[in-house]
């Protein structure tokens, strides 16, 4: 839907809103859905689902696949790249395309890595900036107040793509190559523009400070406390401890199922 929107079946709501759904996706690609909701049925709706769309985008769903596995896809070179892994302080940052999962738009943008969560995912969290609606230079004079009210923004620049829950990201190419494609993600932003702020996130200023450092600093110490993350899940736990009442440690929706694979 954010890459080839015309290729693929689709339906949208009132607001213009794709609806994504298994049996929304399976009736506008040509797949019979019926009895929904049953987990065989779903599956094999999900398999035929997924065939029709490979065979639509063999590269997409590729992607898609090596995205999956956070385990077999973070030591690939792609994921090491975005990391910042093996940079050369010369090295041109690394840029990549995205989708956040609250648009519900489904609009391409083409990002940069701020920071790896380490205080509330466990290092799954990549907050991630939209390179094509700010310029860091700018970010980093802002407030921690006028920083979190961006952050609780789902119109805003952040976003967060989870590494472990099959991320919507993609080489850069995928948007440049592409003239819609690149319209719908940057506009009439200069590619030069992009890899510029890109670069920002880790390159001195004229004062000598680390844009990069701090700024990162910063958003990390406000993720915690912003919409952008996982529902303060930690701060509820807290809370549902302190209830004596008897389902206290799960009144989490789901939490007691969470609680079995952790």
């Not at 065979?55 to 696949?65: G, S």
């Not at 790249?81 to 489904?106: A, E, M, S, W």
């Not at 793509?161 to 319209?183: C, E, G, L, T, Y």
């Not at 200069?190 to 920002?200: D, E, V």
């Amino acid at each position: 839907l954010a890459l080839h929107p015309d290729e693929v079946g689709s339906r949208r709501d009132g607001d213009k809103n794709y609806i994504r759904t298994l049996e929304v996706a399976c009736k506008t690609n040509g797949v019979d859905y019926h009895d929904g909701h049953e987990a065989l049925n779903d599956g094999r709706f999900t398999l035929d689902l997924f065939f029709k769309l490979k065979a639509k985008d063999p590269e997409i769903v590729e992607q898609m696949l090596m995205n999956t596995d956070f385990s077999a896809s973070r030591p690939s070179p792609m994921i090491d790249q975005i990391l910042g892994k093996n940079l050369h302080p010369n090295d041109q940052t690394p840029v990549f395309g995205y989708v956040d999962r609250r648009d519900r738009h489904c609009r391409p943008r083409i990002g940069g890595l701020v920071v790896v969560d380490t205080k509330v995912s466990r290092e799954t969290d990549a907050i991630v900036l939209d390179l094509a609606r700010s310029d860091p230079h700018t970010l980093e004079r802002l407030s921690d107040a006028k920083l979190l009210e961006l952050m609780n923004d789902p119109g805003g620049p952040f976003s967060v793509v989870k590494m472990n829950q099959s991320p919507m990201w993609f080489p850069p190419q995928f948007i440049f190559h592409d003239s819609k494609v690149r319209a719908r993600a940057v506009g009439r932003v200069p590619k030069t523009t992009i890899l510029q702020r890109a670069n920002a996130l880790s390159q001195l200023d004229d004062n000598g400070h680390e844009i990069g450092k701090s700024f990162m600093q910063r958003v990390q110490d406000i993720y915690p406390k912003s919409a952008l993350c996982r529902g303060h899940l930690d701060e509820r736990r807290k809370a549902a401890a302190n209830d004596n009442s008897s389902d206290a440690p799960f009144r989490i929706p789901n939490e007691r199922i969470f609680s079995l694979f952790h």
